[in-house]
């Protein structure tokens, strides 16, 4: 298992190979997420807001994948079924290739080697969001653990994102949900801020 970046949703036809925009590698969050993640992950006192310097250079890969390996003792096994769940999906789709009737011998096969050819990034684009979506995981359970209140960011669309991704799992968190609001400040510098719902003992 490896973090690496890939590229965007792959859109596989027998007539070739494209890419989708806007349906970006979950890798060029993992990063942001982090910072926001060594943001929040230390000790609290009481009636104290604590700030945290944004990093200008994007961390290791190798870092990240220890860190989150550190932090979740399952992680690699599960991160490890759940892909090998998805390798024989796709060793499914390339043999039922033969099954679409509706393409020519020719096509079938152009179909075929083009899903091959993508397999691995296919499967290293999912390993991509299984770690992201994990180390969302970490970040919320901080937030329940210290029953923070806020978090503000620099303001770009790749901090934006985590936060949605955050909010969004605060939502539906497998231990309990709570409520939360995401606004943009109109005064420099931007910065953008989720609030977070109280959250009960």
Request: net charge negative; charged share 30%.
């Amino acid at each position: 298992m490896q973090l690496k970046y890939t590229g965007p949703k792959e859109i596989i036809s027998p007539h070739g190979i494209d890419f989708k925009d806007g349906k970006e590698d979950k890798y060029v969050y993992i990063s942001y997420a982090m910072q926001i993640f060594y943001a929040i992950h230390h000790d609290y006192e009481r009636n104290r807001i604590y700030t945290h310097t944004v990093e200008k250079d994007l961390l290791k890969d190798e870092l990240i994948l220890n860190k989150i390996i550190n932090l979740k003792p399952d992680f690699k096994r599960v991160c490890k079924e759940q892909i090998e769940l998805l390798e024989q999906e796709l060793d499914k789709e390339i043999e039922e290739v033969k099954e679409h009737t509706e393409l020519v011998p020719e096509e079938q096969t152009a179909y075929k080697n083009n899903l091959i050819i993508m397999k691995n990034y296919r499967l290293q684009r999912q390993t991509n969001k299984i770690i992201y979506h994990h180390l969302i995981e970490i970040i919320v359970d901080d937030i329940f653990e210290h029953q923070l209140r806020q978090i503000s960011t620099p303001f770009n669309e790749k901090f934006w994102h985590v936060l949605q991704t955050i909010q969004g799992e605060l939502s539906c968190h497998n231990k309990r949900s709570i409520g939360s609001t995401l606004a943009v400040s109109d005064s420099e510098p931007i910065i953008i801020t989720l609030k977070i719902n109280p959250i009960g003992k």
